[in-house]
């Protein structure tokens, strides 16, 4: 193989390489991969006192180990995580929107699971974010 032929090829690899990388560090630093599409899905779950009881039993059963009683993200296991849990009483959190909020419970993320096949209905997921609307401060 000839020296610029050999030196194309090393070329090219390290381009891969860093681009790969680089996508790869954005992902980590950007969060989510919310489209303005999941933005502004609407939660088809009425918020009512039922739903939010439904999301309540849920929560207990699949997120407050990590995200604790009242949502602050002080979980039994959140301790033993390399990452926080978050607080959904901030306002910072509040302000998401619902999609926002079912988006990251369906599809899940690092340490955090996909719930879809733990809850499989949209609507119990949905019924979780009623009961997250809860957890704002007072």
């Not at 390290?14 to 680089?22: D, I, K, N, Q």
């Not at 899905?41 to 604790?68: F, I, M, Q, R, W």
């Not at 993200?73 to 849990?85: E, F, H, I, K, Q």
Request: charged share 20%; net charge positive.
């Amino acid at each position: 193989m000839k020296s610029n032929q050999l030196r194309l090829i090393v070329i090219s690899m390290g381009m891969f390489l860093l681009f790969s990388l680089g996508n790869g560090l954005q992902a980590q630093t950007t969060g989510w991969n919310i489209t303005p599409a999941i933005k502004a899905t609407k939660n088809p779950v009425p918020t009512s006192k039922e739903s939010k009881a439904d999301g309540k039993e849920l929560y207990n059963k699949h997120c407050k180990s990590c995200h604790g009683s009242a949502g602050l993200g002080d979980g039994t296991r959140a301790s033993t995580l390399d990452v926080a849990c978050g607080d959904f009483s901030s306002s910072k959190f509040q302000a998401t929107t619902d999609g926002e909020i079912f988006f990251q419970i369906s599809a899940g993320k690092g340490k955090m699971p996909s719930f879809k096949r733990l809850i499989p209905e949209d609507n119990g997921r949905w019924a979780i974010v009623n009961y997250i609307r809860t957890l704002a401060a007072k």
